[in-house]
């Protein structure tokens, strides 16, 4: 249904006139009648305005399919910093009434984001006046746990550390299908701990799986042997893994990500830097392989050249994913424009 005839059915349905309308809306009655004959269209900010006048979702006027508004809701979780209250409680309520229909493995994954979106704003103003508590105060212990909460920072009690129940809870997902995904975010927490021995026996079980990555495999057993503090073996499976696989880009991925590990920043440069060469062809290309880099000059204390890899990332987000001003895109302006500052 149009818009225009979405607005009249809507106001009908209320008995109200269009100079009753336009008076809540403080617009003359010849616009309304514009709008309901589609000589017109309401302005943007209108919208929200309509949808609390007749009690719906702006979602609502467009009459939009459940799939329209699950795309809908998905590319904003993607693109923007942070929601409105009122659309947070108005996807809220579109997603549990979707849990019991067709879409219920859609609407999961999709409220799980969205309350995850929602903990991430949270989470980035929890940290900020954390930083500025432990700044100003830094013989005070109030805020340190807050950083740890917010941005994964150490902390070195073990029983806030460990990942036990992430693991056992993988541990049981596992056993519900022969998908590998599940597998690698097991192993990962293991070897996090040092759980090496078990580690090592799901390695085993998940290279049997349909859909396994031999890449992986050797990527997994050169960090099993590094969690048992074991670097030259270490080191020999990724020689290894890199001449058997010289120009997989995953894999010069995984070797990047090894070196950055061990702070062998020198050569993590060199194989973020083929990685995001050997993707050329895989176009658009994820920043991953560049934020590496960027944290790399960062660490160093380079901050001119992290800033300069912050301008590749804003040009591979322009140029290769089509963004103009989307929250990634600004994000990473902030970072160049931190970075430089610091420079």
């Not at 709008?35 to 702006?58: H, R, Y």
Request: charged share 30%; with cysteine; hydrophobic share 40%.
């Amino acid at each position: 249904m149009e818009l225009g005839k979405k607005i009249k059915q809507l106001r009908c349905r209320l008995g109200m006139t269009q100079e009753q309308l336009a008076e809540r809306i403080g617009i003359g009655p010849q616009a309304v009648s514009k709008w309901e004959n589609a000589v017109a269209m309401p302005d943007i900010s209108t919208l929200p305005l309509l949808a609390e006048i007749f009690g719906v979702s702006i979602d609502d006027l467009f009459d939009l399919s459940a799939e329209q508004r699950l795309n809908r809701i998905e590319s904003r979780l993607d693109w923007d910093d942070e929601l409105p209250s009122d659309i947070f409680r108005e996807y809220e309520e579109f997603l549990k009434e979707q849990l019991n229909g067709n879409n219920k493995q859609r609407a999961l994954s999709l409220i799980a984001h969205l309350y995850h979106f929602q903990l991430e704003a949270d989470a980035r103003k929890a940290d900020f006046y954390a930083r500025e508590s432990i700044m100003q105060y830094p013989d005070k212990k109030d805020c340190q746990w807050i950083l740890q909460k917010a941005e994964g920072a150490v902390t070195w009690d073990w029983n806030i550390a460990n990942h036990s129940k992430t693991i056992e809870f993988y541990k049981e997902v596992v056993k519900k299908g022969d998908s590998p995904s599940p597998y690698y975010y097991l192993i990962d927490n293991l070897i996090a701990d040092h759980r090496t021995e078990e580690a090592g026996e799901y390695l085993e079980r998940v290279k049997k799986l349909t859909g396994f990555k031999p890449v992986l495999g050797l990527t997994y057993e050169a960090a099993i042997a590094l969690a048992e503090y074991d670097e030259q073996k270490a080191d020999g499976i990724i020689e290894q893994a890199l001449k058997e696989y010289p120009d997989n880009a995953d894999m010069l991925f995984e070797a990047a990500q090894y070196y950055a590990g061990k702070c062998e920043y020198d050569k993590a440069i060199d194989y973020y830097e083929a990685s995001f060469a050997a993707n050329e062809n895989r176009k658009p290309r994820f920043t991953d392989a560049l934020n590496g880099i960027a944290t790399i000059h960062e660490i160093r204390g380079n901050y001119r050249k992290a800033a300069e890899t912050y301008d590749r990332i804003i040009e591979l987000l322009k140029a290769e994913w089509g963004l103009t001003e989307e929250s990634v895109l600004q994000e990473a302006k902030k970072e160049k424009a931190r970075l430089m500052a610091k420079a």
